[in-house]
């Protein structure tokens, strides 16, 4: 394993990315997403983009799993059977646009990041609810999938539209939690193929990321406290503001690098 990066880092700038992570970790276990897009959102603000990017990939893998294993064994087998297609095309479109990330200018991959953050957090802030009807479902399955394997390869999170596209269906929630744990699994490991080969993912930032994953796990155990005692709409909302702020600070920095 390859500790460089631990060496680069100013000691304040790893305290702080902790601190973002246990966060993020905490959101995660509350309301089951948002753990990639509060990362990328935190640790880009303080650190180069990509090392960002590359230091959530081990996270999202394994808290995904404790995730869907939460809820059982058959809750997992029966959300597997519902959302395999959207996960696929997840998984296709993280593969392929995930090699365009290492050409990006640092400016563009900001705006890149942004520009989904505060919109779709707005969206949902606002309290817009998308209905797909029936006849439509399969196209507003493959349009969402497709969207959300992009954000995955370029921002490191497809949470959100895979959100909006499980509220339009009429999703349960105690059943959208177990779902969205299986899209978010896979999706990322299709993230962690890819930026193996994009070269995103290396000796060091590998190393680094699975650092990450201590406080990503203790913030989780936080947060599933939290859902299982506490109203999450106000969380959530509360939440969303500030992935909101965070994605107003990348549009700084992206109009400005």
Known sequence: ????????????????????????????????????????????????????????????????????????????????????????????????????????????????????????????????????????????????????????ALAGTWGPTTVLYLLAIDTPKAKQMVVQGVIYGSGALALFVAHLYSGVLNAATFTFSTFMLLPTLAGMWIGFQIQDRMNQAAFRKATLFMLVIAGLNLLRKGFFA
């Open 1 to 152: 394993m390859d500790f460089s990066i631990f060496s680069e880092l100013p000691f304040g700038v790893l305290v702080a990315a902790v601190a973002i992570t246990l966060f993020a970790g905490t959101v995660k276990g509350a309301i089951g997403f948002a753990l990639p897009l509060i990362m990328i959102s935190g640790l880009s603000s303080i650190m180069e983009p990509r090392l960002a990017l590359a230091s959530l990939i081990v996270p999202v893998v394994l808290s995904n799993v404790w995730q869907v294993l939460r809820g059982g064994v058959a809750p997992m087998v029966g959300a597997v059977k519902d959302v395999w297609r959207y996960a696929l095309i997840v998984c296709l479109f993280i593969l392929v646009f995930a090699q365009f990330v290492p050409s990006i200018p640092q400016g563009a991959f900001y705006l890149i990041l942004g520009i989904p953050v505060v919109i779709l957090s707005i969206i949902q802030l606002m309290g817009v609810r998308l209905t797909i009807p029936l006849h439509r479902r399969r196209m507003g399955e493959v349009i969402s999938a497709a969207v959300s394997g992009i954000l995955g």
